[in-house]
């Protein structure tokens, strides 16, 4: 008799010959385990790993289920390596009744134990729904097949390509193979634990030079080594912001990149969910600054949302480097690039403006007067962003560190980054802030 799909999927998830199955030969109520789990090295590192086995009762979850994807976190605890789930499976096995939702509430308080310990990797590779759609979502990073079902609540008509486009899929793959290849390099990418290093890799200098109008990916290729660029929550805010894992001369570096609009709420979440799983592994973080002050609409979503930002920005003790490429506008410099953010080093093309005000508002509230004798409004916004708005203006006060053009860029982020990697900050003790 052949493996299962789950076994099978799990054997090409692992290293050649690797793959070590655990409780082999545990019984459900009814039989066979729904899963699959076991240990070995993923791209030459140890990790744990289940498979719900939808060829067995449905992949339905019973209390045999839970408690071998327990032991896979315990362990995970314990031995401090990453945890990758591979989530196929119809539902709670209902004939267990309420004993198998308090077994589905040890799961959720395992996955909570392990968050920012171990790196968690969730790859939806059919149904995952109810509250195992919850246990998948509460991974670091959540890896999805386009034709995979993923919701809290059936019967729902969402589809994994909604998820993608809603922020909720990180990275939605064509099939199965894909989306294992994509865990695989983001496993390479992450630390074993928060106490671990991350790798070095080989590298290749990229051969893209930025322009003063750039975009902010575009930005991010020229400082990355070439290739190795994977794009966190592509579908989500897709023109605002980028959010990037990728290394720069060999070490793993996180990027958030804006596009010169507005902050809004979706690219403020966007943002600061890579920043959280960056400062997990103290994985250092550039932030591309070009945002045009804050959206207006929604504006209590947006209010919130910015608090969350900046609350993240603020308590995150990796290494941060702001880079203002273009506009950096009020509330968006304060956020992500001004000391208040906690940046490390802030660094400014030549050809940004950083303002407290849009440059029209400016223009009409400081040269009233001039406005009213005639002057060209064009000429004076111009003279604005030249003199008061001018990145030079705030290196004279301490408020930006150095001043460069486009084309230096990878120079000055790879030899910040080298000279903040022996970081140390410490914090107040304290639980977490409140927003």
Not at 61 to 77: E, G, P, T
Not at 111 to 119: E, F, K, M, T
Not at 203 to 214: G, K, T, Y
Not at 228 to 236: A, H, L, N, Q, R
């Amino acid at each position: 008799m052949g493996d299962s799909k789950a076994l099978e999927r799990l054997k090409a998830l692992f290293d050649d010959g690797t793959f070590s199955e655990i409780d082999a030969f545990a019984k459900s109520s009814s039989g066979e385990v729904e899963v699959v789990a076991g240990f070995g090295c993923v791209g030459n590192r140890a990790a744990y790993a289940f498979s719900q086995d939808i060829t067995a009762d449905g992949g339905a979850v019973s209390i045999a289920q839970c408690a071998k994807i327990k032991k896979i976190y315990d362990l995970a605890l314990k031995t401090g390596c990453p945890v990758i789930g591979i989530y196929d499976s119809n539902g709670a096995k209902l004939t267990e009744g309420f004993e198998v939702l308090n077994a589905y509430g040890e799961l959720v308080k395992a996955s909570s134990a392990l968050s920012g310990v171990c790196p968690q990797i969730a790859l939806i590779a059919g149904s995952c729904v109810g509250t195992t759609a919850l246990i998948a979502n509460s991974a670091d990073v959540v890896v999805a097949v386009k034709d995979a079902d993923f919701y809290v609540s059936a019967p729902s008509e969402i589809t994994a390509q909604d998820s993608y486009e809603a922020g909720t899929v990180d990275i939605l793959a064509d099939d199965f193979e894909s989306a294992a290849a994509k865990v695989k390099y983001i496993v390479s990418l992450l630390p074993s634990n928060n106490l671990s290093p991350v790798d070095i890799f080989d590298f290749s200098a990229p051969s893209i030079v930025p322009a003063d109008d750039s975009d902010a990916l575009t930005v991010i290729k020229a400082i990355a080594d070439e290739g190795s660029v994977i794009e966190f929550k592509g579908g989500f805010s897709v023109k605002n912001c980028k959010t990037v894992l990728a290394t720069v001369m060999g070490c793993t570096v996180g990027f958030v990149g804006f596009n010169g609009k507005p902050l809004c709420r979706k690219n403020a979440e966007k943002a600061q969910a890579l920043v959280k799983l960056c400062d997990a592994y103290s994985i250092p973080v550039v932030t591309i600054v070009n945002a045009n002050g804050v959206i207006s609409d929604d504006e209590n979503a947006v209010l919130s949302a910015l608090t969350s930002l900046t609350s993240v920005y603020a308590g995150a003790t990796c290494p941060k480097i702001s880079l203002i490429t273009g506009k950096a506008i009020g509330v968006s410099y304060i956020t992500l690039a001004g000391r208040g953010a906690n940046a490390d080093l802030v660094y400014a093309w030549d050809c940004s403006v950083v303002s407290p005000l849009p440059t029209e508002s400016a223009v009409a509230f400081l040269y009233n007067d001039r406005l009213a004798d005639g002057e060209n409004r064009e000429e004076l916004e111009k003279e604005y962003e030249e003199t008061l708005a001018s990145p030079f203006t705030a290196a004279a006060c301490g408020a930006i560190d150095d001043v460069f053009l486009p084309e230096n860029t990878r120079n000055k982020i790879v030899l910040a980054l080298d000279i903040l990697s022996g970081k140390r900050e410490n914090t107040v003790a304290r639980k977490h802030s409140v927003k």
